[in-house]
């Protein structure tokens, strides 16, 4: 029989310790297992995404051809357009309200010219020049009315042409030059 021997322990190493290249065939292992099934999920998923491309696109092609959906697509595109336009016009609009020269600035400037006896039938305005037609009750009036407007900074000249006479009132026609940069009326 044996004796018990209370040091063997101590004495006979056990072979429980792993070698180094088991661990190491292990590990790789595991990473293979890994990688394959990685793959294969990603495999999985891109043809669960493929037939619901295809889905889509069947069904793209059904709504194409509804004529609802057609002319809300042109409708879209229609606005679209007229937004851009719209844009185009807003841009336009600035553009011709910083180059207005006569304004109704102006207008009123040649408002508060105009004595009590005048009466105005018609203004012409173009870019440079401004053509008056009234009836006034006196010459007076006439040249008073003349007078203010020639007092205007505005203005570069003004002229009466023609006065005709009759029977209750004078007609008379105005003529005025509007300076270069200024026709824009004053700020008061």
């Given at each position: 029989?044996?004796?018990?021997?209370?040091?063997?322990s101590?004495?006979?190493?056990?072979?429980?310790?792993?070698?180094?290249?088991?661990?190491?065939?292990?590990?790789?292992?595991?990473?293979?297992?890994?990688?394959?099934?990685?793959?294969?999920?990603?495999?999985?998923?891109?043809?669960?995404?493929?037939?619901?491309?295809?889905?889509?696109?069947?069904?793209?092609?059904?709504?194409?051809?509804?004529?609802?959906?057609?002319?809300?697509?042109?409708?879209?595109?229609?606005?679209?357009?007229?937004?851009?336009?719209?844009?185009?016009?807003?841009?336009?609009?600035?553009?011709?309200?910083?180059?207005?020269?006569?304004?109704?600035?102006?207008?009123?400037?040649?408002?508060?010219?105009?004595?009590?006896?005048?009466?105005?039938?018609?203004?012409?305005?173009?870019?440079?020049?401004?053509?008056?037609?009234?009836?006034?009750?006196?010459?007076?009036?006439?040249?008073?009315?003349?007078?203010?407007?020639?007092?205007?900074?505005?203005?570069?000249?003004?002229?009466?042409?023609?006065?005709?006479i009759?029977?209750?009132?004078?007609?008379?026609y105005?003529?005025?030059?509007?300076?270069?940069?200024?026709?824009?009326?004053?700020?008061?």
């Amino acid at each position: 029989m044996k004796d018990i021997n209370f040091f063997s322990s101590y004495i006979y190493k056990k072979d429980i310790v792993l070698k180094k290249h088991r661990i190491f065939y292990c590990f790789i292992g595991i990473f293979i297992i890994g990688i394959i099934c990685y793959g294969s999920l990603n495999i999985i998923k891109i043809k669960k995404l493929s037939n619901e491309v295809e889905e889509l696109k069947k069904h793209y092609n059904l709504l194409n051809k509804d004529d609802k959906v057609n002319g809300i697509i042109n409708m879209e595109e229609n606005i679209k357009l007229l937004t851009e336009n719209k844009e185009l016009l807003n841009m336009l609009e600035r553009y011709i309200d910083n180059q207005d020269f006569i304004n109704e600035l102006l207008l009123e400037d040649i408002k508060l010219c105009i004595p009590e006896n005048i009466f105005l039938d018609s203004i012409l305005i173009n870019i440079d020049s401004i053509r008056i037609e009234g009836k006034a009750k006196d010459k007076e009036s006439i040249s008073q009315f003349q007078y203010e407007l020639s007092q205007n900074e505005c203005f570069k000249r003004v002229f009466i042409p023609e006065i005709i006479i009759g029977d209750e009132y004078f007609t008379f026609y105005i003529d005025i030059r509007i300076e270069e940069g200024k026709a824009f009326g004053t700020d008061d």
